[in-house]
């Protein structure tokens, strides 16, 4: 795929574009489960939910790679979603893997995941009944951590789930403060719901956010004070798409008046560029 230039201001090189936070489901499941999210919180999706939607939409949208995840919430499907995934192999989508606190990760498989491709772990400890600080998971961290391993944590609420919220800032606080050195990226700008904990906690933390389905719905004074109080260099684009519109999501965060060109290509592609190529 051609590279579009979004940036007229002396760009030197074509822009490459990461969404760091999509999702993709089997074609057989997919419209069930896009129903499912509409009736529980009314989330709409703007492809079908497969493999193939997802690279339209990048097409049409201009975004060179995206990451893919699926998450499972049994210990015993973790293998066969993690090759799943991997039979979903695009040349433009990387995967995620999945783990589940009953299943038991060790460094060494962590390094078999980054070999077979996979570019970090995804976690949603909303649909897999954990709070992020739970011991069960201190080991999954360490190793994470020993490996320069990412994880993307879903924070703050989900919208078709009922409370509790098993991934709020303080709890990512904890976790950061015990393993420092683990690659954290806190979806949603730290939580759809939770700007204010996240503010007061994880801004100027090192740690990642994503924009993932907040980036327009943040009012624009919270938004600027993220983007000005977090390093620029720990903000990744992603759209958890298909829950928004990739394109919209995209053109959405170029337009942005109060960064400069640099700022939105570090966001836009340039941070997760450091992490997964």
């Given at each position: 795929?051609?590279r579009q230039?979004?940036f007229?201001?002396?760009?030197?090189?074509?822009?490459?574009?990461i969404d760091?936070?999509?999702?993709i489901?089997?074609?057989?499941?997919?419209?069930?489960?896009?129903?499912?999210?509409?009736?529980?919180?009314?989330?709409?999706?703007y492809?079908d939910?497969?493999?193939s939607?997802?690279?339209?939409s990048?097409q049409?949208?201009g975004?060179?790679?995206?990451?893919?995840?699926r998450?499972?919430?049994k210990?015993?499907?973790?293998?066969?979603v993690n090759?799943?995934?991997l039979?979903?192999?695009?040349?433009?989508?990387m995967?995620?893997?999945t783990?589940?606190?009953?299943?038991?990760v060790?460094?060494?498989?962590?390094?078999?995941?980054?070999?077979?491709?996979f570019?970090?772990?995804k976690?949603?400890?909303?649909?897999?009944?954990?709070y992020?600080?739970?011991?069960r998971m201190?080991?999954?961290?360490?190793?994470a951590q020993?490996i320069?391993?990412?994880?993307?944590?879903?924070?703050?609420?989900?919208?078709?789930?009922?409370p509790?919220v098993?991934?709020?800032?303080?709890?990512?606080?904890?976790?950061?403060?015990l393993?420092p050195q683990?690659?954290?990226?806190a979806?949603?700008?730290g939580?759809?719901?939770?700007?204010?904990?996240?503010e007061?906690?994880l801004?100027?933390?090192?740690?990642?956010l994503?924009?993932?389905?907040?980036?327009?719905i943040?009012?624009t004074?919270?938004?600027?004070?993220f983007?000005?109080r977090h390093?620029i260099?720990?903000?990744?684009?992603?759209?958890?798409?298909?829950f928004?519109?990739?394109?919209?999501?995209?053109?959405?965060?170029?337009?942005?008046p109060?960064?400069t060109?640099?700022?939105k290509?570090l966001?836009?592609?340039?941070?997760?560029a450091?992490?997964?190529l």
């Amino acid at each position: 795929m051609a590279r579009q230039r979004w940036f007229s201001d002396n760009t030197e090189n074509d822009v490459m574009f990461i969404d760091f936070h999509t999702h993709i489901f089997p074609r057989h499941r997919a419209p069930a489960i896009m129903d499912d999210l509409w009736r529980r919180g009314k989330i709409p999706h703007y492809t079908d939910g497969t493999l193939s939607g997802l690279v339209d939409s990048m097409q049409t949208a201009g975004i060179t790679y995206s990451l893919v995840s699926r998450i499972t919430t049994k210990a015993e499907n973790v293998t066969a979603v993690n090759q799943w995934l991997l039979n979903c192999r695009h040349s433009q989508v990387m995967p995620l893997a999945t783990v589940h606190p009953d299943f038991a990760v060790t460094t060494d498989d962590l390094k078999r995941l980054r070999s077979e491709g996979f570019k970090g772990v995804k976690l949603h400890p909303d649909y897999q009944g954990f709070y992020v600080d739970d011991p069960r998971m201190f080991a999954f961290y360490e190793a994470a951590q020993q490996i320069g391993f990412p994880v993307l944590f879903h924070a703050g609420l989900d919208r078709g789930l009922p409370p509790p919220v098993h991934a709020l800032p303080h709890r990512l606080l904890k976790i950061h403060r015990l393993f420092p050195q683990m690659v954290m990226i806190a979806a949603h700008m730290g939580g759809e719901d939770n700007y204010a904990e996240t503010e007061a906690l994880l801004l100027g933390e090192e740690i990642y956010l994503d924009t993932a389905f907040v980036l327009q719905i943040m009012e624009t004074e919270t938004l600027k004070r993220f983007f000005r109080r977090h390093p620029i260099e720990r903000i990744l684009f992603g759209t958890d798409s298909p829950f928004t519109d990739q394109a919209a999501e995209l053109s959405y965060l170029l337009n942005i008046p109060f960064l400069t060109t640099a700022q939105k290509e570090l966001v836009a592609g340039g941070n997760a560029a450091s992490l997964i190529l």
